[in-house]
C-alpha cells in the first residue's frame, strides 16, 4: 500500500531533550515535507526537500532540522525543543515539481502530536 | 507576500445547501491552487487542484473556479452532506513551496 508513514503517532518530552520524529514514504517520491498544524493558523512548512541531499527552509524552519540522505527518508530533528513547538506535525511527499515550480498533489501522514513541557 | 487569505474561518449549512469557501492571495506568480479536505483526527487529503491555465474545475458535487487576474480562487460544494463536515484547506505553490490558507471548519447540519 502506498503510504506516508510517520513515527511516533505521539510524543510527550520535556525542555531541551533533543528528538527526532521518523518520515518514510513508499512511492519513490523526490519531493518531501514537512508542516506543522496550530489552530487558527493552517498548516505551515517547516522545511522541504526537492530531492536526496536538497534540502530547503520553508516559513517556519526556526529550531527544527532535517536531512534527506536517502530518497524514502526525511527525519525531522529538534535539537532543543521548547513549549512553542507542541503542536501536530505532519511529514507529506509528492512526485516532485513540473514545469512552473510545485504543482503535484500532496500525499500527507498521519501526523505526530508532540507536547514539550 | 506569502500568505494565503482563506475565509470565512467557520460555516454551517444545512444538509443539501451549497458551501463557498474563497481564497486570495498576492503573488502572480503562483500557478497552482490544491484544495485539501481533514476530517477530525485524520490528515489532509485532496480533492481537487485547478493550475492556472483553466477557470474551472469539477468533480461531482465540488468544483473550484480560479480568477487569476483578481488572485483568488473558490472552493464549491452542492448538495452538502453530513460527510462533508471538516476542515478545509485551500493552498497555493510558490517556488518549491506549497503555502496553505488558515483553514475552513465546515459544519453541514443535517
Known amino acids: 500500500e502506498a503510504q506516508v508513514t510517520q513515527n511516533p503517532r505521539y510524543l510527550i518530552t520535556v525542555t531541551g531533550k533533543k528528538l527526532t520524529v521518523t518520515c518514510s514514504q513508499n512511492m519513490n517520491h523526490e519531493y518531501m515535507s514537512w508542516y506543522r498544524q496550530d489552530p487558527g493558523l493552517g498548516l505551515r512548512q517547516i522545511y522541504y526537500s526537492m530531492n536526496v541531499e536538497v534540502t530547503d527552509k520553508g516559513d517556519v524552519p526556526e529550531g527544527y532540522k532535517v536531512s534527506r540522505k536517502e530518497k524514502r527518508n526525511f527525519p525531522l530533528i529538534l535539537e532543543s525543543p521548547s513549549p512553542n513547538q507542541t503542536s501536530l506535525y505532519f511529514c507529506?511527499?509528492?512526485?516532485?515539481?513540473?514545469?512552473?515550480?510545485?504543482?503535484?498533489?500532496?500525499?500527507f501522514g498521519n501526523g505526530t502530536r508532540l507536547t514539550v513541557t | 507576500g506569502e500568505n494565503v487569505e482563506q475565509h470565512p474561518s467557520t460555516l454551517s449549512v444545512q444538509e443539501g445547501d451549497s458551501a463557498v469557501i474563497k481564497c486570495t492571495y498576492s503573488d502572480s506568480a503562483s500557478n497552482y491552487f490544491p484544495w485539501y479536505k481533514q476530517e477530525l483526527g485524520k490528515r489532509p487529503q485532496l480533492i481537487i487542484d485547478i493550475r492556472s491555465n483553466v477557470g474551472e474545475k469539477k468533480d461531482q458535487r465540488i468544483a473550484v473556479t480560479l480568477n487569476k487576474t483578481a488572485k483568488h480562487f473558490s472552493l464549491h460544494i452542492t448538495e452538502t452532506q453530513p460527510e462533508d463536515s471538516a476542515v478545509y484547506f485551500c493552498a497555493r505553490n510558490q517556488g518549491g513551496k506549497l503555502i496553505f490558507g488558515q483553514g475552513t471548519e465546515l459544519s453541514v447540519k443535517p
Open positions: 507529506a511527499s509528492s512526485p516532485g515539481q513540473g514545469v512552473g515550480g510545485y504543482n503535484s498533489p500532496l500525499h
